[in-house]
Every structure is written in structure tokens, then in C-alpha cells.
């Protein structure tokens, strides 16, 4: 629609929201507009590249744009290659955050709020609607840069990882690393670029004074690296990471999500996490921990 932009564009971030309907989109752009973006929902994604020239030529000191789109815009929802193209032409590069959540968890949210999901036409239940859409924005998924599983999250917490993602990439060149241990017995969290299988470990769920603790009691702790296996686990990830995250980076990712599993997500997991959080921090890496499972009855 427009072929050229004004060269102060080059200098606009550019961030789409998207995601599976009940798992946050909204909640992530009220934070980019608190943060000061612009913000315009349920754009039609033909309208995009307009709405940047205009945006841009109204004020050239704005800290950023953001849209949020979804696949209920059934006209123009299968042309954002094509548009996404054309304003990497105007010299913006997309950042694409895709909200996500489990199955159970987007159900039980549309059964709470009594709505129907915006993809049940046809008399589809709420689980063929979800399947639905995510064939619908799986390519996109595909290529989002930062994928948030809000199925644990709380609004605040929400928050908190938007605004970490947002103002840690100002001025950012190494790449962010966010790890997340968690319990295979739960299934494995959304958005994880890498994961890690730790249950060759001892578990300290077999020793009686260690079951009801976690892995963030030192006992514990200590129990889990004590195991030579343990150690090198931590220090073979430590190596393989010195050689992708150059190669990840040179490619333009500048986020990437580790997972490790143990069975419950509880003893095993949270200790190698923060272990292997300090390890890459004494390195000189960016890194954000997080325990998925850790809460859970075991």
C-alpha cells in the first residue's frame, strides 16, 4: 500500500502482538502502551504499513508501534507475509511476541468468562476451535521472536516478563537467555527453543529428608550437583551455549528459552536451572530463571 516511508522509520521499533484468542494479546499491548508505544488493536494487517507512515510522520520521537492482530480479520489475515515483507522494505523489522497458553488452560478461561471462542463458527466446540486457530497462526508462531506461555502467569507477572523483554532489547546485543525448569509428568511448557532431559539424575524425591523440600533448599541443592553427572551436565549445556548463541545471534534471535524436566518439576530441575543461571551470568550472559512446576502438589 505504501512503497516508501520517510527514513526516520528505520529508527521505529515495531512490535506485533498476536497470539491464541483468551491467552493475553490484549494484556500485552495495555503493557507496550503503559510503556509508551503506540498501540492499535485488531488492525487489518493490510492497513499496517499506512498506519506506520502516519504514525511516524505525526511524531518522529515515537518510542515504538505496536499492533495486535489476530485470525478473526479472515480478509486480510493470510497477507501478513506479504505486508510483514513490505515494511522490512520501509526498513522495520518486525518483532512478532505471540501469546500462548495449554488447551486446558484457554477452555477453562473461555468456560469462566461464558464467551464463545471467536473461531466457533460452524457449531465448533471450544477444542476444535482452539485447534482451528493454532493451524491459523502456526507460521507465525513460527516465527515470533519471543513466545510468552501465560498459563501460570499471573497479570503482574505478565507484566513483569513484557516490560523485561521490551526494555532489556533497547540498546541490547547479546542475546537474552531465559531458562525454565520444569516437570515432565505436567507436560512441557509453551515456547521453549531448547529442552533438556535431566532425569538421569539421583533424585532427591527418594531420599525420606529431602521429599518435601525443593530444589531451592541448599540440602537439596547440594544433593543434585554432588552427582558427577550433574555437573557435567551443567557443563556440557555451558559449552553447547558458547557455540549457539553466537550462531542464534548473527541470525537477528535475540531471545532464547531453555527447558529443563525432571519428572515433577520440583527437586532436580530448579536446582540445575539456578546452578547453570549462575554459570552463564559469571560469563557474561543474560540470563532469567524461572520454575514452571515448582509449586505443584507432588
Known sequence: MASRAPKRTLNTRLIVVTGVSGSGRASVLRVLEDLGLYCVDNLPVALAPEVVRLAVQHDPNLKGIAFGIDPRERMFFPQWPSILADLERMGLRAEILFTDASDEVLARRYSESRRPHPMAGGGLSVADSIRRERLALAEMRDRASRVIDTTTLTVHELREVVTAYVMGAQGRREMSVALVSFGYKYGIPLGLDLMLDARFIPNPFF????????????????????????????????????????LYQR????????????????????????????????????????????????
Open 251 to 298: 541470525e537477528g534471535k535475540s531471545y532464547l528459552t531453555i527447558g529443563i524436566g525432571c519428572t515433577g518439576g520440583r527437586h532436580r530441575s530448579p536446582a540445575l536451572v539456578n546452578a547453570l543461571q549462575e554459570r552463564l551470568a559469571a560469563a557474561g550472559i543474560e540470563v532469567q530463571a524461572s520454575h514452571h512446576d515448582l509449586a505443584r502438589n507432588t
Open 207 to 246: 531420599i525420606p529428608e529431602l521429599r518435601e523440600r525443593d530444589g531451592l533448599d541448599p540440602a537439596v541443592r547440594d544433593y543434585v550437583l554432588g552427582a558427577a553427572e550433574a555437573r557435567r551436565f551443567i557443563d556440557e549445556i555451558v559449552r553447547l551455549l558458547e557455540f549457539l548463541l553466537p
